[in-house]
């Protein structure tokens, strides 16, 4: 096997598969919505070339602003919820408790369930009316926090944060979880020995060595909390008042309800170039980090 490796037209054979379905369905599509937001056209019509008029219009564009920001939100609030409540859970699954695994299980089982049906639930849970979570806080006697959970402005967002945080916890633990078990165990034994309680083995033990991993977690994260579509597109639609309008629900709309796939397409490039921005900036942070540690 390694003599094969050895020769590289057998690595380019290995690849050729993977790389062509890469380009077929990953470039391709890039650089097409790149050609296309150049242009207004609705994709039956005579293409009409506008330059970056598309992009001048988008940053004047009232709903777009709107989205943006609520964009940020998303990305602030599922970060410090996932990285924070997947650090603690990780923390305490990779000490030696009873039914580990199977609490690994269940956190992890949320994620695996598709993001529509996630969102039909949690759209009956947040009901006004005959919602679990109103009835559970009329049961408890806390009858003055019943609320129109999605259908305020103040509350949507941060209960859908929830949401996703539900989802997707369990799946940034198991990453975290695989990370801290790679950390070598007699650094804890020799830690142990000269009194080193468990907060301070995690701070200066635990997190500089799994580091690499959270910044490849932080990314993943940050690119979901960009993209999010089928939750909103469930229970809110970027609803009330666009007070949950998105980049991809915003995209949609302008795409397929008001047929401007030009812009739509403009949209979707200022999405990936966030997502570029993102990972570039949590790189640049965790590396400056790691070399100040070091």
Partial sequence: MDKILRKKRYIILFV???????????LI??????????FQT?????????????????????????ALGNNLKFVYGCYVAH???ALVLAQIL????VKSRLFQCVYFMPSVICGTAIGL???????????????????LGLEHWIHNWLADE?????????????????????????????????LYEAAKIDGVTEWQKFRCITFPLIKPVLAIDSILIISGSLKLYDLIAVTT?????????????????????????????????????????AAALVKMVFRTKRGVDE
Avoid at 94 to 97: C, R, S, V
Wanted: net charge neutral; charged share 10%; proline share 3%.
């Fill in 29 to 38: 599509p890039i650089f097409y919505n790149l050609y296309l937001s150049l």
């Fill in 83 to 85: 990285m924070g409540f």
């Fill in 121 to 139: 639930l949690w759209k009956f849970i947040y009901n006004p009316e005959f919602g679990l979570l109103n009835s559970l806080l009329e049961f």
């Fill in 94 to 97: 990779t000490q030696n408790i």
């Fill in 237 to 277: 639609m970027g609803g009330p008042n666009h007070a949950s309008e998105v980049l991809t629900t915003y995209m949609y709309y302008t795409g397929f309800k008001t047929l401007k796939f030009g812009y739509s397409s403009t949209i979707s490039v200022v999405l990936l170039v966030l997502c570029l921005i």
């Fill in 16 to 26: 050729a598969p993977a790389l062509i379905l890469y380009i077929i369905f990953g």
């Fill in 154 to 186: 103040k509350t949507v967002i941060p209960a859908l944060i929830v949401v996703t945080m539900w989802q997707f916890v369990g799946y940034h633990m198991l990453i975290q979880i695989a990370a801290m078990r790679e950390v070598d165990g007699n």
């Fill in 42 to 66: 609705n994709l039956m019509e005579v293409k009409n070339f506008v330059g970056l008029n598309n992009y001048k219009q988008l940053f004047q564009d009232h709903f777009f602003i709107k």
